[in-house]
């Protein structure tokens, strides 16, 4: 099984609408990302958090909000989706020893 | 955050041995050299990290002068399978930063 998990795989959605993207891990890390990737281009953050009362903002956090259920789980919402939204998604989890970061399969978004 | 530098895009054939240099010359004393690997759809993947000299793995080996701003990434005997980004990183161990800056990573296509 993997351990960064992420659901859903693909979702296709309307200007406006509010989406979820859910990220789960079984590695045990306290440190959790969410970064957006667009074609051609690197990663950037969007939100991190180190524990579950740890929320900081990344690079291109407006539009965006997070969620910390639990050590293991790790959220990112779109309150009102826009097409420039459009991108791949990915969630990281990492320990605090090391800024080795491991990455979930990614979800792909398309905002209509 | 150090920010690196790093070839766009290279190509090379099956079973030659690739070499992709990052500049990094505002690195911090206390920042190791990271690499990661992404094929396409997928998360970026940990291949090797550095402080100072020469690391070996199962996978690559990674190059750093003594003065540390610059590293060689060193892929022997590639094959098809081993087209995909590169990434190179600056980042310290227990960082009270959450972000690794991804920049857009070098593009090696390998050929038959």
């Known amino acids: 099984d993997a351990d960064v998990t992420q659901t859903p795989r693909n979702r296709i959605t309307k200007t406006g609408k509010r989406i979820m993207l859910e990220c789960s891990q079984t590695k045990g890390h306290d440190r959790m990302y969410w970064y957006r990737q667009d074609p051609g281009l690197g990663l950037r953050l969007i939100y991190y958090?180190?524990?579950?009362?740890?929320?900081n903002k990344g690079e291109i956090s407006d539009g965006y909000s997070v969620s910390r259920q639990a050590q293991a789980k790790f959220s990112l919402s779109l309150e009102s989706a826009i097409p420039n939204q459009t991108a791949l998604y990915f969630c990281?989890?990492?320990?605090?020893?090391?800024?080795?970061?491991?990455f979930g399969p990614g979800t792909r978004l398309l905002v209509l | 955050l150090a920010k690196t530098t790093q070839p766009v895009s290279m190509d090379s054939y099956e079973g030659q041995e690739v070499n992709i240099t990052c500049s990094h010359n505002n690195i911090a004393t206390n920042d190791y050299i990271t690499w990661y690997q992404q094929f396409p759809s997928q998360g970026p993947r940990f291949i090797i990290q550095?402080?100072?000299t020469k690391v070996t793995n199962e996978v690559a080996s990674l190059f750093i002068p003594a003065d540390r701003k610059s590293s060689t990434l060193s892929l022997p005997r590639v094959s098809l399978s081993d087209t995909a980004v590169y990434y190179c990183l600056n980042a310290h161990y227990g960082g009270s930063q959450g972000n690794l800056i991804f920049g857009k990573g070098t593009k090696l296509s390998v050929k038959p």
């Open positions: 550095g402080y100072k």
């Open positions: 990281a989890t990492s320990d605090p020893l090391g800024e080795t970061q491991y």
């Open positions: 958090s180190f524990d579950v009362k740890d929320i």
